[in-house]
């Protein structure tokens, strides 16, 4: 396929944009708003307008990852992919250009609205699309479907319970010539990477997971506010609580907030520097710790979110690894991060993965957690779900940590998921940005009944489960941070551990 074939329409539109955002850049520099200028931008907008009214929303088949980068690298504004067809948004002659080159195109929404489609991708427990939605339905691949939708109709059928994730402008695809590409084949057992997997600890996970979670039922663990994503002052408590864990562990440790629906959110962010000539690439340990419940609502702020599998669990594996982690060297600089905003269509880690890209920055790999401590008994056979995705480079990191779990003997099951992965968490946000990512998950066919309901409390899960999963994290990523065979001793901050089990 020549590129010229498909992006003369898109062409025109990049343009135009990089124009603007220039224009905008040189407008602030000069203070004074000159009427030339005010012309040109008026022009370049209403044509940027224009070109939108020509533009559809199509589902496009396609034949592998090789075909589907070769598709981005000629413009197509590619939204998704998934498997075997990706959505985009196509200008009539790249729908011809695209049929003539042998792609099955259908065509979603002729008058396409760029800012406005969600992909419902449930989870075992969700509600799915039907009748009497207040958004426009279109089908897309085997059996999802994409949702046009203004952001108060978002909100609603978010609220009802479906499973949501908002759709990117335009997708990024790997910069292969400086990221990502770095992974190393696991080999033998390290024996550092041994001791480390050897130091996580079942009683501080739990007793993390018992911080976190929010339930009045409770006489203990019961020290936080709710963690419901729009209640500021509950998951202001998890943040500080977040904050202050990565200060005992001497980490640099900052709040990064963002705007979601006129409420404040905020990622918490902690990094262990690594050194030169690596301290530039960066390996991401990620959870999201707000929640969600029955009971909680953005006109009941206050209800209680406990949120325990979902996604203290997660949580609790990020803290523990970064005391286990902050205890050694590493050539990449590791950041462990908790995102807000993750059940409003992953918006915390949207907007940190999009600032990410934009700045540049070397993500050599992203291993997300989120529900890992559920399964019912019998049986317990610790089966647990990496999801890969498409991308090549993520199937590397899914490979790494797959490894990770027979080369320490940890008691899970893994199933490795690549097309037919969900992007349903935080690593989606990278995937969309073009990073290496995986998803780290309990079996979505053993799928936890309490899930966003208050039900989701500590009593409910299996930390066992929990406390393997971690091992898999640290052991993952240390491989991927590079440990350095620097002399001991290290230190390794141990707290003393309060109210487990009460
Ligand atoms: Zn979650």
């Known amino acids: 396929m020549t590129s010229e074939d498909i992006v003369l329409g898109s062409d025109t539109r990049v343009t135009i944009g990089r124009a603007q955002t220039h224009q905008n850049s040189s407008v602030r520099r000069r203070l004074g708003l000159s009427v030339?200028?005010?012309?040109?931008?008026?022009?370049?907008?209403?044509?940027?307008?224009?070109?939108?009214?020509?533009?559809?929303?199509?589902?496009?088949?396609?034949?592998?990852?090789?075909?589907?980068?070769?598709?981005?690298?000629?413009?197509?504004?590619?939204?998704?992919?998934?498997?075997?067809?990706?959505?985009?948004?196509?200008?009539?002659?790249?729908?011809?250009?695209?049929?003539?080159?042998?792609?099955?195109?259908?065509?979603?929404?002729?008058?396409?609205?760029?800012?406005?489609?969600?992909?419902?991708?449930?989870?075992?427990?969700?509600?799915?699309v039907g009748p009497g939605m207040a958004a426009d339905v279109y089908p897309y691949g085997e059996d999802d479907s994409i949702i046009r939708a203004d952001p108060s109709q978002a909100g609603q059928l978010a609220r009802r319970g479906l499973g949501l994730v908002k759709l990117p402008p335009m997708i990024a695809f790997p910069d292969t010539a400086s990221c990502g590409t770095a992974l190393d084949a696991l080999g033998q057992r390290d024996p550092t990477v041994q001791a480390m997997v050897g130091l996580v600890s079942p009683a501080l996970l739990e007793e993390h997971v018992c911080k976190l979670q929010d339930s009045d039922a409770m006489t203990y663990c019961n020290e936080l506010?709710?963690?419901?994503?729009?209640?500021?002052?509950?998951?202001?408590?998890?943040?500080?609580?977040?904050?202050?864990?990565?200060?005992?562990?001497?980490?640099?440790?900052?709040?990064?907030?963002?705007?979601?629906?006129?409420?404040?959110?905020?990622?918490?962010?902690?990094e262990l520097p690594g050194s030169d000539p690596d301290r530039d690439r960066i390996v991401i340990l990620c959870a999201h710790y707000d929640s969600i419940s029955e009971l909680s609502s953005p006109q009941n702020p206050h209800g209680p979110a406990p949120g325990a599998d979902d996604n203290a669990s997660g949580c609790a594996a990020v803290l523990e690894a970064a005391r286990i982690l902050s205890g050694y060297r590493f050539s990449k600089t590791l950041r462990f991060v908790h995102f807000a905003g993750e059940e409003q269509y992953l918006r915390g880690s949207a907007d940190y993965a999009r600032q990410m890209h934009e700045r540049g920055e070397c993500i050599d790999g992203v291993v997300n957690l989120d529900m890992i401590a559920f399964e019912s008994i019998p049986p317990a056979d610790h089966t647990v779900e990496i999801h890969a995705g498409d991308m090549p480079a993520s199937q590397a990191l899914a490979d790494v940590m797959i490894d990770s779990i027979a080369v320490y003997g940890l008691?899970?099951?893994?199933?490795?998921?690549?097309?037919?992965?969900?992007?349903?968490?935080?690593?989606?946000?990278?995937?969309?940005?073009?990073?290496?990512?995986?998803?780290?998950?309990?079996?979505?066919?053993?799928?936890?009944?309490?899930y966003h309901s208050t039900g989701d409390v500590l009593s409910n899960m299996q930390p066992?489960?929990?406390?393997?999963?971690?091992?898999?994290?640290?052991?993952?990523?240390?491989?991927?941070?590079?440990?350095?065979?620097?002399?001991?001793?290290f230190r390794t901050y141990l707290p003393s551990i309060s109210r487990v089990g009460g």
């Not at 034949?63 to 939204?79: E, P």
């Not at 968490?425 to 998803?439: E, K, P, R, T, V």
């Not at 994290?473 to 991927?480: D, R, S």
């Open 36 to 128: 030339f200028t005010t012309c040109v931008l008026v022009f370049l907008v209403a044509s940027a307008a224009r070109a939108h009214a020509g533009m559809s929303l199509v589902a496009v088949s396609y034949d592998g990852w090789g075909q589907l980068a070769a598709l981005a690298a000629t413009g197509l504004r590619i939204v998704h992919y998934q498997g075997k067809v990706f959505a985009a948004l196509c200008e009539d002659e790249q729908i011809a250009a695209l049929r003539r080159r042998g792609h099955t195109v259908s065509v979603l929404d002729s008058e396409a609205s760029p800012d406005d489609y969600y992909l419902v991708d449930p989870f075992p427990g969700d509600a799915s």
């Open 225 to 270: 506010g709710t963690r419901f994503s729009f209640s500021p002052d509950g998951l202001g408590e998890a943040a500080a609580y977040l904050r202050g864990q990565y200060q005992m562990l001497g980490l640099q440790v900052a709040y990064e907030p963002f705007i979601h629906s006129g409420t404040v959110m905020t990622n918490v962010v902690a």
């Open 411 to 450: 008691l899970l099951q893994p199933q490795r998921i690549a097309s037919g992965a969900t992007w349903r968490s935080d690593h989606g946000s990278f995937w969309a940005q073009g990073y290496a990512a995986i998803l780290g998950i309990e079996d979505f066919d053993d799928f936890n009944p309490a």
């Open 464 to 489: 066992e489960l929990m406390a393997e999963f971690t091992k898999a994290a640290v052991a993952t990523v240390a491989h991927l941070a590079g440990v350095m065979r620097t002399p001991l001793p």
